[in-house]
């Protein structure tokens, strides 16, 4: 059982929508980055989707390929990405933290060494963008046979036949894409996503999370109520783009936690 | 020879695979459209009237078959060597991309797509795109990267001339591999009416197989074109091409792979010297294998697997990574891969205008440097067929301006 896992036990048991966080790692610097990824828990996000920088993030929207840059910028590798989770694992033990990103840096460090590192790191699971089932000998599988979670996508193109192909090495849960495009960009509706969340849960036993296009504690409380939980980013890594403090970007982080833990 | 189990010509594999290359690296969004567009293209691939249109269009439309020259100048002044040039150049829209944009273009009709898009660097696969669009009524959407749009001028000009709508891209660092980004972010957003025209033999499978089989008929004519002028059965000996992503080349050499006895060499724009300050686009000679762009591939890039830019006085070899059949190929040791610089392929381009009257792009550019390093050094009876892939006009502001030539600042 990874950390994933007992955290979405704990929340079912006690009845709760899950809130998911995502921070590009060492944005806008190492030191503010590891500030606001501390303060995470404090304010009430329950799963920490922590971004690898890549210089070609081709899912992404331009709010997040900008934060990959200033943190690429600033020196920031996949090694730093695992030394800022390290450090973050002293002062929490609990909250699950799932690396997201793509897979060039994880195939160019090599798929064992990144494993082993990922799991010293404290690092629970992965988001791949670019690693769909029909290349799951490249990471899944490896990461799953050391203990750790490959969460797939769902989306809307993905349909009813596909969607058990989606679902078979899928662990930890499952993100549901609520719209078609890139990162930030379109509106989520949560008229639209409730039946979509139905079709998934019909056919797994995993928590559903929905992502894509939440920006405000009231979207994030709609749509939670469709599913098993909610992702935001975009709208949190354009805060911390526009300059905010740690303090602030995290007080905006609460809201939606609010928002979403309302559902 | 062509014993299917020593075969260079049966792959892909079923995921997309030439040995370790290639694949499917895309997301969860975009994976149900390849999947279609393989269903389809495996379709018409056995389907005889897709072939008759496309034959109806490359021969009317485009101006196929294009000629098979004796260079008997070059040949005669090199001194070694018979030099033939396959005339690409002269295809409609001045390159050899049009080949492939008709096929990709008549499989969007099939699957009943009416919006395309595409990258482009110099903007010749962005020009041949938006031309195939407006012969058959489809809107067209060209991603380039800002700083192409810039110094390519001219061509944007003639994309908004044959209707396209050409938006500058400004993400990442401007260029083409950002065109390319954006051109997957504006399909996975637009999913259900879009085609995405990929100008290389590069991306997920099954683009890479995909533009190979439709570039083929470059080296399929070569084939029939030399016996003409050489006899019954003979073959080229040395077959040269210039590569960025690969196209025009894995057209030229796919139908020899299995002809043990023709060398193949592809040239790769060595930009200022493939050295470590990375200032070229050598992809196999200066790079090592990575994912991006939907395949794994020879790139250039980082200790962190982070992308490098390219560097190369052509706009068309300007990109960091290159198709994974040429990976494959590489690393098998089937064809050669050398690299030629900016100096080196400038010297090229003004050598084939003063010896022949053709004006060549500064991409075939590349691959005449390396001809006339090695034609001196082969006997009178060895064969080069060198593809000049495209002409020169889109280039004469780059070279005026590497010459020192004032143009003013309209063309």
């Known amino acids: 059982m990874t950390r994933i896992d007992a955290k979405f036990s704990e929340l079912r048991a006690a009845n709760k929508k899950a809130f998911v966080a995502y921070v590009m790692a060492g944005d806008p610097d190492y030191e503010t980055s590891l500030e606001i990824v501390k303060g995470l828990p404090k304010a009430g996000v329950d799963v920490i989707e922590l971004g690898l920088p890549f210089t070609d993030p081709m899912a992404d929207g331009s709010t997040i390929q900008l934060a990959g840059q200033r943190a690429l910028d600033g020196g920031m590798t996949l090694a730093k990405t695992l030394e800022l989770a390290a450090e973050f694992r002293k002062t929490d033990t609990t909250t699950p933290i799932v690396l997201m990103g793509y897979y060039n840096p994880i195939y160019s460090r090599g798929v064992d060494a990144f494993l082993e590192d990922a799991k010293a790191a404290g690092i629970d699971g992965m988001i791949v963008v670019d690693l769909p089932p029909e290349e799951d000998t490249e990471l899944c599988i490896p990461a799953q046979n050391a203990g750790m979670n490959f969460i797939r996508l769902a989306t809307p193109t993905t349909d009813d036949k596909r969607l058990p192909k989606v679902l078979q090495n899928t662990s930890g849960f499952v993100y549901y894409v609520s719209v078609t495009g890139t990162t930030g960009a379109a509106e989520a509706e949560a008229g639209d996503v409730g039946p979509e969340v139905a079709r998934i849960k019909s056919q797994t036993e995993l928590p559903v999370i929905v992502g894509f296009g939440i920006n405000t504690p009231e979207k994030a409380e709609n749509i939670a109520k469709t599913a098993d939980g909610c992702v935001v980013g975009s709208a949190i890594v354009g805060q911390i783009g526009a300059g905010k403090s740690a303090d602030d970007v995290l007080e905006f982080v609460a809201k939606l936690a609010e928002g979403a833990h309302r559902a | 020879m062509n014993d299917l189990f020593n075969s260079f010509m049966t792959g892909p594999d079923e995921n997309g695979r030439f040995g370790k290359f290639g694949g499917r690296f895309v997301s969860e969004t975009l994976m149900p459209l390849i999947l279609s567009l393989e269903e389809e293209y495996e379709r018409a691939k056995t389907d005889e009237t897709f072939w008759a249109q496309m034959d109806d269009l490359w021969k009317h439309y485009v101006g196929r078959p294009s000629p098979l020259y004796f260079a008997e100048r070059m040949t005669e002044d090199l001194g070694g060597a018979k030099i033939y040039l396959k005339r690409d150049e002269l295809n409609h829209t001045g390159a050899h991309k049009i080949n492939n944009v008709l096929g990709q273009i008549l499989l969007a009709k099939r699957m009943g797509k009416t919006r395309i898009i595409a990258e482009t660097g110099a903007g010749q696969h962005g020009v041949a795109t938006a031309t195939v669009c407006a012969r058959f009524g489809l809107k067209c959407v060209v991603y380039m990267g800002a700083h192409d749009v810039e110094r390519q001028a001219p061509n944007v000009f003639r994309m908004k001339l044959l209707g396209a709508e050409v938006v500058p891209v400004t993400s990442g660092r401007g260029t083409l591999k950002d065109a390319m980004n954006d051109a997957l972010r504006d399909w996975v957003t637009n999913v259900a009416d879009t085609f995405y025209c990929i100008g290389t033999a590069a991306g997920p499978h099954p683009y890479p197989a995909m533009v190979r089989d439709f570039q083929s008929i470059i080296g399929k004519e070569t084939r029939e074109q030399l016996q003409e002028h050489e006899g019954e059965g003979r073959l080229p000996d040395t077959l040269i091409a210039a590569i960025g992503g690969g196209s025009n080349a894995i057209g030229l050499f796919y139908p020899f792979l299995d002809e043990p006895s023709v060398n193949i060499i592809g040239v790769e724009a060595g930009g200022k010297g493939v050295n470590d300050k990375m200032e070229h686009c050598a992809s196999l000679t200066g790079g090592r294998p990575g994912v991006l762009h939907g395949n794994r591939t020879y790139l250039l890039q980082d200790d962190d697997g982070q992308i490098l830019e390219g560097f190369s006085i052509s706009a068309g070899l300007d990109y960091p990574g290159i198709g994974p059949e040429h990976s494959w190929l590489h690393d098998t040791g089937r064809a050669k891969y050398v690299s030629i610089t ?70």
Do not use: W
């Open chain 2, 342 to 411: 900016d100096k080196e392929a400038l010297e090229a381009f003004q050598y084939c205008c003063q010896q022949e009257g053709i004006i060549p792009a500064l991409e075939p550019s590349h691959a005449l440097a390396h001809v006339m390093k090695i034609a001196p050094t082969l006997p009178k009876d060895h064969i080069i067929v060198m593809n000049m892939c495209g002409r020169g006009d889109k280039d004469i502001f780059t070279v005026a301006r590497a010459l020192g030539f004032d143009m003013g600042d309209e063309e």
